[in-house]
């Protein structure tokens, strides 16, 4: 089945940096677009930045110039730098995809959400 698993989330102070990266496996992961999203506490869930399966990039505007989405089909895996963080990049950031399952249709898939917290 479908599976994302996030890791990498923490504590950091603003300014600081952190990687996020997101394993995937379940799907034929080199053909797939991935997404990462972000939801802050009372707020919802908001679409942070995507990769295609050849490689280009879109981000939301509030991350456009210090974070950088990437992707190693050898390893089924996504990343997510961020970097000059700011405490209102507080969220817990989840990695996501949108599939065709033959027989079935489209599905989404979220993972489990990895907490980042910004903090002095």
Not at 16 to 37: H, I, Q, V
Not at 88 to 114: K, M, N, P
């Amino acid at each position: 089945q479908v599976q994302l698993v996030e890791s990498g989330g923490g504590s950091v102070q603003p300014g600081g940096s952190l990687r996020l990266s997101c394993a995937a496996s379940g799907f034929t992961f080199s053909s797939s677009a991935m997404s990462w999203y972000r939801q802050a506490p009372g707020k919802e869930r908001e679409f942070v930045a995507m990769i295609t399966s050849g490689g280009r990039a879109n981000y939301a505007d509030s991350a456009k110039g210090r974070f950088t989405i990437s992707r190693d089909n050898a390893k089924n895996t996504v990343y997510f730098e961020m970097n000059s963080l700011k405490p209102e990049d507080t969220a817990v950031y989840y990695c996501y995809v949108h599939l065709y399952i033959s027989g079935v249709g489209f599905r989404t898939y979220w993972g489990q959400g990895t907490q980042v917290t910004v903090s002095s």
